[in-house]
């Protein structure tokens, strides 16, 4: 495996807060949490229910915006963004991994795919030499024509994967991605993050189960909106 990242930093997180009111009540999300991640990391994010992980992962995702603090998500500032410019960037800069696939269950598995590149407004041409090489990517070539219930759950995962690397993104982001598989689907899977991985692609990994988070190289666990450990190449580093 590629154990090597880049200097450069793709992802740089300042002091940022995020609070939520509910009624009368305001719960805070996250409080004052900074990090890095270089291009090519491979990083796990965990944390118990509560401790902000899943807000964290809205913030890295351009799904939400901090309360307050900064976000520089390759080079451009988040925070500063309109919402169709945060759609924009998800679009083209993230490759989202879900837990429950996400596909559209009358498309086949070419549309499916396709599908970031026709929001972005890629020529077709374009498009379907993209989505081809993504789904060879995957080793799923041979079944571009059939639809999501015709397909395992893990060659459905599979899927989702090419969808999230057909616009070449700065970061691909997987949300639990062994959550709705069995074990021994599920380490098919990880494998094929580790050899993105090892081809250079950048992955964050939001995940509870230690032995998914092993795969990665980094480690950050939060508590309580606060980053509680970093730990990177068995040397740990308290927060």
Request: glycine fraction near 8%; charged fraction near 25%; proline fraction near 3%.
């Amino acid at each position: 495996m590629n154990n090597r990242a880049s200097d450069r930093s793709i992802l740089t997180i300042r002091d940022v807060v995020k609070t939520y009111q509910m009624g009368e009540t305001y719960v805070h999300a996250l409080r004052g949490v900074s990090l890095d991640i270089r291009s090519n990391e491979y990083v796990a994010i965990m944390g118990p229910s509560g401790s902000g992980k899943s807000t964290l992962m809205n913030i890295i995702g351009c799904l939400d915006v901090p309360t307050s603090g900064t976000y520089s998500l390759d080079g451009q500032m988040v925070a500063e963004k309109s919402e169709s410019e945060l759609a924009e960037i998800r679009n083209r800069m993230i490759g989202f991994v879900f837990q429950t696939f996400n596909l559209i269950p009358r498309a086949d598995i070419f549309h499916n795919v396709e599908l970031p590149l026709i929001y972005g407004g890629v020529p077709r041409q374009e498009r379907r030499r993209r989505t081809e090489r993504a789904i060879e990517q995957v080793g799923l070539a041979d079944r571009m024509k059939h639809r999501p219930n015709e397909l395992s759950g893990g060659q459905r995962q599979r899927v989702a994967i090419a969808r999230a690397l057909v616009f070449n993104p700065s970061i691909v982001l997987a949300d639990e991605p062994t959550g709705n598989l069995d074990s021994k689907t599920g380490d098919e899977i990880m494998r094929m993050f580790d050899e993105l991985h090892s081809s250079g692609q950048t992955i964050i990994l939001v995940t509870h189960e230690d032995h998914v988070a092993q795969h990665a190289l980094r480690t950050i666990r939060l508590r309580d909106g606060q980053i509680e450990s970093d730990v990177r190449n068995g040397d740990v580093q308290a927060a």
